[in-house]
């Protein structure tokens, strides 16, 4: 029992590791691929490399790893059929994000939201899918212990997903945020309201929208 505690441990240990080098590798490969060619000068082109990377490095690498180490259904990290509910409050949530767009900021650009809509959709299903599908998995084969595995996966989350920042930054904010997304992905193991709301608060918080 303990043996394969370890070893669970281990495997989130690594994966957070490799996850986060792959994010930035596969970046750094679909940028010099967009640059040497012609789409580069397209504005979809940061968008399709946010999501290239972001799809590989969070989604694509982690769950064929889990799928080869556990042989994991998919459904087991959150990509389910959703309650009857979670459409209805999604859609609730961003035409409330919109409106309040529309309301505070003056120089609204319907083109612009619509590419960084394009671009944060991409972060927030990514980031979630990895911090609460796959980690959430590996979590709770280590402990049955849900809080112990919601604030473990919020601490990846603000201290390793976004080490970058200032530790006070993601002290009082994002880790915060990863334990109110946490809860409620524990309650449903779900990934939409999470993917939504953390979709939401980057729409509100980014600068390019201000």
């Known amino acids: ?3 394969n505690k370890v070893k669970n441990l281990s495997v989130f240990a690594g994966i957070t590791f490799l996850g986060a080098v792959a994010v930035l590798l596969c970046g ?3 940028s010099k691929l967009f ?3 012609s ?5 979809l082109a940061g968008v399709l ?6 799809l590989s490095g969070f989604c694509i690498i982690p769950y064929l790893i889990l799928r080869k ?6 459904s087991d990290l959150g990509i389910k059929k959703p309650r009857r509910y979670e459409p209805a409050i999604a859609m609730l949530i961003m035409a409330a994000v919109l409106i309040w767009l529309m309301m505070n900021r003056p120089m609204f650009s319907a083109a612009l939201f619509v590419s960084v809509l394009l671009q944060n959709l ?10 609460k599908g796959v980690l959430f998995y590996l979590g709770k084969r280590i402990t049955d212990q849900k809080v112990f595995v919601v604030i473990l996966c919020a601490a990846v ?3 390793v997903f976004h080490s970058s920042d200032s530790f006070y930054v993601n002290l009082s904010y994002r880790f915060p945020m990863g334990i109110i997304l946490g809860l409620i992905y524990a309650r449903n193991e779900t990934l939409w309201l999470p993917v939504t709301l953390h979709l939401a608060n980057n729409l509100i918080t980014t600068s390019v929208l201000n």
């Open 1 to 3: 029992m303990m043996k």
């Open 28 to 30: 750094l490969a679909f």
């Open 35 to 37: 640059n040497i060619t």
């Open 39 to 43: 789409f580069s000068r397209s504005g």
């Open 49 to 54: 490399v946010t999501w290239a990377s972001m």
């Open 69 to 74: 180490a556990y042989s994991v259904p998919i």
């Open 122 to 131: 991409g972060i927030a299903f990514a980031e979630e899918f990895f911090s």
């Open 157 to 159: 989350f603000a201290f």
